[in-house]
């Protein structure tokens, strides 16, 4: 077996890759991975990526961020420290809105930062991947598994025929910044 892991294919323009990506799904060719340097309508369900979830967990975490606040208002200005002031009642409802409302907001926004970095392993003060250090700048880049798919010369041939201005067969997993 050899040490290639990756076939990497290069292109320049964002059509030339979606027209890359649909080569190589008709010949039954499993892309591992693209890079690309600007987000590309409509990439995701041409992949099968399924959809994001971190929605479902906003939603959640604002709940508990709101309920979170109200039990902390209630607790503290009915039961524990209760004090009639000007004839209110205790349990005032509109004077607890703009706390309650601030920490739905605040549990939402530490909570998606958390499940952004943990689920695309992004966490400050680690060096980042990329498989061609071009796809950061101008390239468009398709990664193509070279242990699983074993022809490396018809994904080579469907890469060019596609508009890949470059193929690569890549050793490493990652490159480096460093």
């Known amino acids: 077996m050899s040490n ?4 990497l294919g290069s292109f320049g323009d964002p059509d030339d890759l979606m027209h890359g990506i649909e080569q190589l799904q008709a010949n039954n ?7 690309t340097p ?3 309508h ?3 369900a041409k992949l099968g990526i399924k959809r994001s979830r971190l929605d479902i967990l906003a939603f959640f975490c604002g709940i508990t961020g709101t309920m979170s606040a109200f039990a902390l208002i ?4 009915v039961v524990d420290w209760k004090h009639n002031i000007g ?8 004077d607890f809105i703009p706390i309650m409302f601030e920490l739905t907001i605040l549990f939402c926004a530490f ?4 499940a952004y970095y943990a689920s695309t392993h992004l966490f400050p003060g680690r060096a980042p991947r990329v498989m061609d250090l071009r796809a950061t700048d101008d390239r468009f880049i398709i990664a193509v598994d070279a242990q699983t798919n074993v022809d490396h010369g018809k994904i080579d041939g469907l890469l060019k025929d596609a508009g890949a201005l470059e193929v690569k067969h890549n050793e490493r997993k990652y490159i480096s910044y460093e």
């Open 29 to 35: 060719i499993k892309i591992h991975d693209v890079y």
């Open 4 to 7: 290639i892991k990756y076939i």
């Open 42 to 44: 409509g990439i995701e």
């Open 87 to 94: 004839g209110k009642p205790a349990l005032a409802l509109p």
């Open 38 to 40: 600007m987000p590309i």
């Open 74 to 77: 209630y607790l503290t200005s």
């Open 111 to 114: 909570s998606l930062v958390g």
